[in-house]
């Protein structure tokens, strides 16, 4: 069987001239119980903090939201920016979510690159990479039971989180990153791994097998499918319907790329033209047929749909997502070849 996801994710941005943030809520809670019924196998929700298109800040809060109408679908946060917050909190958000979702969690930790999102939080970009080794240590303690004292050079505090998660924390926590050494820190850490960059699996891997512990979950990107999919009956008119939300996603993501300057890892660096959107393949708007031609060819990776992509209105998200209801058995029996 080939190594596909069906993921239906939310990143909840919603410019001034797209669908209502209220809407947008309001149909992501729906949206996440149809996913769930039609056999999709993940809701992945992102996360960042101050974005002027209200890029969703709190996925714990939604996640739990899509829990209660939801009984198999898994859950994937990230990257959830481990540097800008209280590990404690954290991990006492993870212990409920998983309990709430009877152990349907997952959450991707990432170190985050986005400079007014840590002066927003007080903290120093370069600190990132020890809040993410001390933030791992606290949450994976607390998240097993402990009860310890950690000192972070203001003096010590004692740490305890009741209730324990459903899941095994190493089966609940991902490191997230585009570079060796998230692969190399996850491997340290005895956790999973979703990077960038499929090439960094490796790197994962043999760290792993050094340190002598087997590999939790991880996956490996692949090319030649997008980062999204709209489903649609002409592809012509699928791409003029979604083409101004892609724009605004890329365009957004590729102010932060070029912000963080020439250590930047994003795959929307310099991706500002609309004309080329299309062309790069990061979106697609496909139909059916497409969408089964092309798993047919390819070995796996991430089916990905996001059905209200950067504020696109609801009512064109759900025939996306019917259409997507409708292939499934088709999908299936493709993927399983």
Sequence with gaps: MKDFTISVSFDMRSPQWASSTPQLYRAAIEMAAFADEIGADQIGLM??????????????????????????????LGAVILPLHDPLELAEQIAVLDNMSNGRLGVIFGAGYVSHEF????????????????????ILRALKGERFEHDDGNGARPIFVRPQPVQEPEDIILVGGGVPASARRAAKFGVGFGPMKGDLVDIYLAECARL?????????????????????????????????????????????AEAEGDGS????????????????????????????????AAEGGNIGFQPLLGGLAPEEGWKNLRLLAATMPALREAMAA
């Design 265 to 296: 890892n994003s795959p929307f660096k310099g991706l500002t033209d609309p004309a080329k959107l299309r062309h790069a393949g990061l979106f697609a708007a496909w139909t059916p047929q497409m969408l089964l031609d092309k798993v047919g």
């Design 47 to 76: 996360q960042h903090h101050g974005s002027q298109d209200g890029y969703l800040p709190q996925p714990f809060v939604l996640a739990g939201g899509m829990a209660a109408v939801t009984r198999r679908i898994r859950f994937l």
């Design 212 to 256: 002598g512990h087997a590999p939790r979950r991880y996956f490996r990107p692949r090319p030649g499918m997008p980062m999204a999919i709209h489903l649609c009956e002409d592809p012509d008119q699928g791409w003029d319907a979604i083409a101004p939300h892609a724009v605004h996603v890329i365009t957004e993501y590729a102010k932060w």
């Design 119 to 138: 002066a927003m939080f007080r903290q120093s970009l370069k600190d990132r990479a020890k809040r993410m080794d001390e933030g791992l240590e606290i």
